[in-house]
């Protein structure tokens, strides 16, 4: 079997610190937050009142009104991120003929698709105006729907699937899209991630697991906050991150720029719990070992990792110990950071949102930093580029997620030689 090297070439954004590519990497480098309070639901008298909000996001740039009605924000946000990632690349879907688009996949990771359109739906239901339900209240709450929405939008007529596999779905639907180019089932794959959890019932469902933060309602820039010494749980988040991924063949022969490559991918399950993580870190260390072997990388030659990092207690106490079961002695040295800490957490496109993040810090030589960094953890003692990021040449980098269920994703990234 033809193995290929596999290509990003073109990288779409919308996030709650930037929308579109060069806005949300501005930010980032800066340490800028995108955290606010709520602005689509009353949350007042809540423990929690803040989330990564996406703000200033026009969907009928995107979507006739009509065609919004039967469905929610999680589809233009990935129509328009994959739209960018699509104009980056310099592919030009409108002149494909059919068996050109047949070649193209879509890959698409999410942990609930479009939840807040489904709560809508049931507000609808259950007040006494099921009048209101839209028609497409089926199509349009199954997860299946939101790669289909993107394969119709541009015509793709090759693979339509989707992930959801909790905070590893993006990762997971990356590492099978680098599969299919490597191993020549896709010529070109569109893959990506898009969540858009920001609804009520879905708040609620977070509180009541009991790690959502809860401090800072009145200044939510500050309330993420992975490895602190203070942290108090994550912050909800919204957003889609979306890539072009073709073999470094199709990447040259089109004179595409190239930002780096997907070398290796590795996932593996605790089977421990259906929220909690086991404590030892050996399975999330695995997938990185994974990804590192199928990549042919060893761990002194990695200059960057992207933690998960979601600021919950156990989520950090842990992954800062897969880390070192992962990278051994190299452990120490190895400078990481979580966007997390700006945007707060995508839920299932984080995997994805660390990977552009990766990417376009190998683009520029600039490493980003963990904001809200002020006192480490004693058990998170490892560097984590708090506050301010740095300048860093990155040849080599892991980009690492955990999920509930006791599920685990890593992919391996690097430029090309």
């Known amino acids: ?31 800028k937050s995108g955290v606010k309070p709520i602005s689509r639901f009353d ?32 589809t233009p946000y990935a129509i328009a991120a994959a739209g960018e990632a699509l104009a980056d690349a310099g592919v030009d879907w409108k002149s494909m003929d059919l068996e050109a688009l047949r070649r193209v ?20 239901y259950y007040s006494g105006q099921q009048k209101k339900c839209s028609v497409y209240v089926i199509p349009s709450s199954t997860l299946g729907t ?33 599969r299919a180019v490597k191993h020549g ?54 957003g889609a991150w979306f890539f072009v991924m073709e073999s470094e063949e199709s990447a040259l022969r089109r004179g595409a720029t190239i930002y780096g490559e997907i070398a290796g991918y590795g996932a593996t399950c605790e089977a421990f719990h259906r929220v909690r993580l086991e404590e030892v870190g050996i399975e999330p260390a695995r997938a990185m070992e994974l990804a590192m072997a199928e990549a042919g990388f060893t761990p002194g030659v990695f200059d960057y990792l992207h933690y998960h990092g979601t ?38 496109a984080c995997g994805a949102a660390s990977l552009a993040t990766t990417l376009l810090a190998m683009r520029d030589g600039f490493a980003p930093p963990t904001i809200n960094l002020e006192e480490q953890a004693p058990e998170c003692d490892l560097d984590y580029i708090a506050n301010v990021g740095r300048e860093l040449e990155i040849k080599k980098a892991m980009v690492n997620t955990i999920a509930f269920g006791s599920k685990n994703a890593a992919l391996a990234v690097g430029l090309l030689d």
């Open 105 to 124: 996949s879509v890959y698409v990771g999410s942990g609930g698709g479009n939840q807040e359109f489904t709560e809508r739906q049931y507000s609808y």
């Open 146 to 178: 939101l790669a289909s929405e993107i394969s119709m939008q541009y015509g793709f007529r090759g693979l339509s699937h989707m992930f959801s596999n909790g905070c590893t779905s993006s990762t997971d639907a990356i590492g099978y899209a680098f």
């Open 311 to 348: 600021a919950t207690h156990l989520n950090d106490r842990v992954e800062t110990t897969a880390v070192k079961l992962a990278f051994g002695d190299c452990a120490k040295s190895l400078p990481g950071s979580s966007v997390k800490s700006m945007i707060g957490h995508p839920q299932g």
């Open 43 to 74: 949350c007042s008298g809540q423990p929690v009142q803040i989330a990564g909000e996406v703000v200033g996001f026009d969907p009928l740039a995107y979507m006739s009104a009509r065609d919004l009605e039967g469905t929610g924000l999680a």
């Open 1 to 31: 079997m033809t193995k290929r090297r596999v290509c990003i070439t073109g990288i779409g954004v919308i996030s709650p610190n930037g929308l579109g590519r060069e806005e949300f990497w501005r930010n980032t480098r800066a340490g």
């Open 185 to 238: 089932d896709a010529e070109m794959a569109i893959c990506g991630g898009v969540d858009a959890p920001i609804a009520p019932l879905t708040l609620r469902g977070f509180q009541l697991l009991r790690i959502m933060s809860t401090g800072s309602n009145e200044s939510p820039e500050l309330a993420s906050k992975p490895f602190s010494a203070s942290r108090d749980g994550f912050v909800l988040a919204e």
